[in-house]
C-alpha cells in the first residue's frame, strides 16, 4: 500500500515536471520569435492583426497645428507609419498604446498617445474583418536615438511581432 502512494506521488511529481518544463519551452521559443525583427516593410502578424510599416519620418520637435492640441517633446517625435489588417474572423480594437519603439541600445519607448492626437483621426479604431486601417505611431525619445524596430502587439497580453525599422 505504501509503495502504491510513493508511485502515485512519483507520477504526479513527474507529470508536473513535465508541465512547468513544457510551459518554460514554449515561453522562450515565444520570447525568441519576439526579439527577432523581421525586415523593414515585411507584414508581421500578432493575433488577429497584420502590421506593415510603410514610413518613418525624421525625428521632430513638435507635433500638431492646433496650438491647444500641439505637443512638444521631452527630446525629439519619431514618427512610425504603419497599415494594420484584421486578419481575424471577428471585429478587433487596435490600440496605439499597445505598440513599442525598440532602439538600437534594446531600450523600451511607449507610444506617445497625446502627441498621436495631432496626427491620427482617432487613437482606438474597431477594425472588421478584413478591413485596414492607416495610422502614425508617436514615440518620445531622447535626442539622437536610433531606432532598430517596433514591436506591434494585437493587445495588452499578446506575444508582439517585431520589425526592423532599418
Same mark, same amino acid.
Given at each position: 500500500? +505504501? ?6 506521488? +512519483? ?7 513535465a ?22 516593410? %515585411? ?8 502590421? %506593415? ?15 491647444? +492640441?500641439?505637443? %512638444? ?11 494594420? /489588417?484584421?486578419?481575424?474572423? *471577428? ?13 538600437a ?7 506617445? /498617445? ?9 487613437? *482606438?479604431?474597431e ?15 531622447? /535626442?539622437? /536615438? ?18 526592423? +525599422?532599418?
Amino acid at each position: 500500500m +505504501l509503495g502504491g502512494f510513493l508511485l502515485a506521488v +512519483l507520477a504526479l511529481f513527474g507529470g508536473c515536471v513535465a508541465l512547468i518544463g513544457g510551459a518554460a519551452n514554449e515561453v522562450a521559443k515565444s520570447e525568441q520569435a519576439r526579439s527577432v525583427a523581421a525586415p523593414a516593410g %515585411t507584414e508581421v502578424r500578432d493575433g488577429k492583426f497584420a502590421f %506593415t510599416v510603410t514610413q518613418v519620418d525624421p525625428p521632430v520637435r513638435t507635433v500638431g497645428d492646433n496650438p491647444y +492640441l500641439q505637443k %512638444t517633446a521631452q527630446g525629439e517625435f519619431v514618427l512610425v507609419h504603419v497599415e494594420v /489588417t484584421n486578419v481575424g474572423d *471577428v471585429a478587433q480594437q487596435y490600440f496605439g498604446a499597445n505598440q513599442k519603439l525598440i532602439d538600437a541600445q534594446g531600450r523600451e519607448f511607449a507610444n506617445d /498617445t497625446s502627441a498621436e492626437i495631432n496626427v491620427n483621426d482617432e487613437l *482606438v479604431a474597431e477594425i472588421n474583418p478584413g478591413n485596414k486601417i492607416s495610422m502614425v505611431l508617436v514615440f518620445d525619445v531622447p /535626442t539622437g /536615438t536610433d531606432p532598430a524596430a517596433v514591436e506591434f502587439h494585437d493587445s495588452a497580453f499578446s506575444n508582439g511581432a517585431r520589425v526592423a +525599422l532599418k
